[in-house]
């Protein structure tokens, strides 16, 4: 089938990571969205190691939603294998993913030998990332070529995170040149009609942040890809999730126990450090050791220093009176191993931030270790866990797990705490879709695909978006090719 335009999903679909489609608007664009790593029990799957499923001398530009690895991990891979075209991304997801796939370097060279195989990629062919990558800023739009324009707003998801807004042009034929579908395919690519949109959304956030500004909303737009992580659940509130937090460190420091946290290196640990400044600060907690022992998420918490311009308006005010949110009595950095080791001779009750937020690598996995068979301790998981991971191993409530080839005994507390997942939920989700339309209300949304989440969460959120907002709503299936109408 030639004819234009179409969405393949590449991966992405049937499961949280390894985000990747292709939009084929013609013969001669062809554009990728996000090029991210499929993760679960491992750091990097198989899977990953596979050859891409579309001719990668093809694609004429990658747009990238944010730097989480799963929506990243994958493009020195692709430039690797052959891709010389542009990336386009926010300044701060650039600046980001510069900091993520250097850390994934590390990781992917232990993994790999372990099980006696090359690693994925090596820091050289990070290098080569970086100089196909420009960057744009949110609502200024840019032509891509005669056939496409792109607009980008903010998801809210992590900062940089944006939504891709793709606009068809009357350049674009909807078919290949000369077939009897060439004028008829799309709205918008004969006189007097409208052009066509595709609205990407990446991860959306979990409006309102505690840093971040709201997601923006949907808009005009005819077709929505959009994520579906927690399409089948609600998080807690926001004075709940705050709440619920406090209780868990003083339940622990009450135990005399340690608390670890296997925190998301981006996002998840400064929000965290937020939260922990202000209780500290107003005195609603003891004053103890905290720890971010997270080389990556050092260097993200001064990216986001340098993106204050893209906090909300109440973190911004509060800036300007003088509190710097990511610095408060006790709190200690750790940058070098020793330091991390250090950890351990500091007397509880303390609390330890470190990644991986699904502890499938970095240095909390040797904290767990460490402190799991403790029953004073806790472990508070703080977003999703993807399905094979040790950190979905903690929630479903296994008793003994592997680490380093160890079976450790769960003694310690497991808590989860949803309410701070940087996705929304699934009643935000519905409501997000129904924010599509133009300024007078009126919307031409006709098909919303839910991707980026496992099967039963991507279904029920279809469904709910069908039965409420009367928009025809489906999953798509892995590989399979999706033409516009």
Known sequence: MNSFPKITFCTGVGTVTGANFLLEVSSKTKILIDCGMVQGEKFATAENREPFSYDISSITALFITHAHLDHVGRIPKLVKDGYKGPIYSTPETQALAEVVLNDAVNILKEEADREGVSPLYDASDVQQVFPLWKTVNYHEPFKLNDEVSIYLKDAGHILGSAMIEVTLLNGATGADSGSPLAHSALTGTTSGRSQTKILFTGDLGNSPAPLLRDTEAVGDVDYLVMESVYGDRNHEDREGRTNKFKQVIERTIARGGTLIIPAFAIDRTQVLLYELNNMVEKGVIPSIPIFVDSPMAIKATDIYKTGEHLFNNFVQAQIRAGDDI????????????????????????????????????????????QYLPDGRNTVLLVGYQTTGSLGRQLVDGLKKVHIHRKTIKVKAHIETLFGYSAHKDGDHLVQFVSTAGDEKGKGRLKKVFTVMGEPGASMHLAQRINDELGVKALVPNRGEIYRLE
């Open 326 to 369: 990511f610095k408060f009595p006790r709190l200690k950095y750790t940058v070098s191993q020793n330091q991390s080791q250090e950890i351990d001779n500091a007397k509880p009750p303390k609390i330890i931030l470190a990644g991986s937020g699904m502890s499938v690598g970095g240095r909390v996995v040797g904290h767990e270790e």
